[in-house]
């Protein structure tokens, strides 16, 4: 890029800034709670980028400065000091551009959103529902590590205690550009608990991320929805409630079903339903907007077949690897007690890394 088209590039994003700065006071935007959030969001994104641009700046004046003060003295020591601080101060600034290169990569829509994860029992029985748990508790504690909220929505364990499908929300500001990653068939390799000839078994969980969606990012028509209620039941048919409380709610232009149970009041489930139902259909509309978008989603959960994998846990070897960088790392244990840092870094290097190439391309 030419250094005029550069310096233009910068002064539109300092004007901007300044610009969405006063918004930020500005009643009718503090009045319009969807033009709020995208402005607060803006201004979000905008600090770190506007911060890096005046450090540069700044150096770039010392620099100069320093340029200039050596082409006026003779003392030795005085030069030797001059010297030392123009290159100090070329060198941040060649570290500063990169990255700001970074800052300025084009943004995931959905960073700063909560997220919705739903994990499922794929194949391999009641192994592949001990697998799901195993799951679940691994991003409960990565949450919890990270200084995230969660909150379950729907839990249906299975017999031996795994869970047949949990759904549950993060709360985070970096919560959705770490765990977009997670999503896909996840596949594992150990012997099972069921297993009594000591064979390894291979079994497989999805996991599907969702940005949270709210009220105001997507429009649901009352007369869209078939709503039906009927009474919870825990494992084995077990009644849990003596009224019809669960809620099935069918999206009947999509034909997207969500149903909830697990709390005793109909009008909480319905509420948790709809909860994950606008993020489905924020979702769809996004990859509908986006083929790009659409060829990721529909690669998260594919068949949930052991052939299908984003990642293998191996059990044996205490090994995880993530098939779509050929990432390996063998320290499975500390993974599962959350410590997932290493692998989404990873991952996340990756794709930066591609997103610069592609602006060098």
Wanted: with cysteine; net charge negative.
């Amino acid at each position: 890029m030419a250094a005029h088209d550069t310096s233009d590039r910068w002064n539109a994003l300092l004007d901007e800034y300044v610009t969405v700065e006063s918004l930020l006071s500005d009643p009718d935007v503090l009045g319009d709670q969807k033009r709020l959030r995208d402005v607060s969001r803006r201004y979000k994104e905008l600090t770190p980028v506007v911060t890096c641009i005046r450090r540069i700046e700044s150096r770039r004046s010392d620099a100069v400065a320093a340029r200039d003060l050596l082409e006026t003295t003779d003392d030795a020591t005085e030069r030797e000091q001059l010297r030392a601080e123009r290159d100090d101060a070329e060198a941040e600034v060649e570290q500063l551009e990169e990255e700001l290169r970074v800052l300025l990569l084009p943004k995931d829509p959905n960073d700063g959103r909560p997220v919705i994860i739903e994990i499922r029992g794929a194949e391999g029985g009641e192994e592949a529902n001990l697998f799901a748990r195993d799951l679940y508790d691994m991003y409960v504690a990565y949450a919890a590590r990270k200084g995230w909220k969660t909150e379950t929505i729907a839990f249906d364990p299975s017999d031996l205690g795994g869970v047949n499908q949990a759904t549950f929300v993060v709360r985070g500001d970096d919560a959705w550009s770490r765990l977009k990653y997670e999503g896909g068939p996840h596949r594992v390799q150990r012997v099972p608990v069921t297993e009594s000839q000591g064979r390894i078994h291979t079994s497989s969980a999805t996991v599907m991320v969702l940005p949270e969606a709210e009220e105001v990012d997507v429009h649901i028509d009352d007369k869209d929805l078939q709503v039906d209620v009927f009474r919870s039941s825990g494992a084995g048919g077990q009644s849990v409630n003596t009224t019809d409380s669960a809620v099935r709610i069918t999206h009947i232009p999509t034909g997207i079903v969500v149903s909830m149970q697990d709390e005793r009041s109909q009008i909480q489930n319905r509420a948790r339903a709809m909860t994950v139902l606008r993020s489905r259909l924020l979702q769809l509309a996004q990859e509908e907007a986006d083929a790009k978008m659409s060829a990721v989603r529909r690669s998260q959960v594919g068949s949930g077949g052991r052939g299908e994998k984003i990642r293998t846990y191996n059990f044996k070897e205490n090994r995880l690897t993530d098939h779509r960088i050929g990432f390996t790392i063998y320290s499975l244990s500390d993974v599962l007690a959350g410590d997932l840092d290493g692998t989404i870094d990873a991952l996340a290097n990756d794709e930066r890394a591609r997103q610069l190439s592609d602006l060098d391309a």
